[in-house]
Nanobody
Framework: QLQFVESGGGLVQPGTSLRLSCVAS????????VSWFRQAPGKEREGVSCIDSSSGSSDYADSVKGRFTVSRDNAKNTVYLQMNSLKPEDTAVYYC???????????????WGQGTQVTVSS
């Protein structure tokens, strides 16, 4: 199978941290950029963070800059999203997907996972 499996979500209080994992199967992750997305009820899907393959550079949505960090371990075929100082506004289902370049205007994101639920509430 060609797929991602997201995990690591949960119910946490504001100000705490979570680390999400995105494990790829059926392909070699090191050749691809991977992006994290999230979608909350009644809202559009939002790009959270993307990490490139060859350069290793990353970018973040303004809403998470300074709080979230994306990283990858190609030996484990895994991309991570470290989420610190969580806010209720971060509550959403988090997904990951791939393409060759984060900044591509011609490629679509593919092999979406099932997502992992993150709920931030006091």
């Amino acid at each position: 199978q060609l797929q991602f499996v997201e995990s690591g979500g949960g119910l946490v209080q504001p100000g705490t941290s979570l680390r999400l994992s995105c494990v790829a199967s059926g392909f070699t992750l090191k050749f691809y950029a991977v992006s994290w997305f999230r979608q909350a009820p009644g809202k559009e899907r939002e790009g959270v963070s993307c990490i490139d393959s060859s350069s290793g550079s990353s970018d973040y949505a303004d809403s998470v800059k300074g709080r979230f960090t994306v990283s990858r371990d190609n030996a484990k075929n895994t991309v991570y999203l470290q989420m610190n100082s969580l806010k209720p506004e971060d509550t959403a289902v988090y997904y990951c997907a791939r393409r060759f370049f984060c900044g591509s205007s011609t490629q679509s994101w593919e092999y979406w996972g099932q997502g992992t639920q993150v709920t931030v509430s006091s």
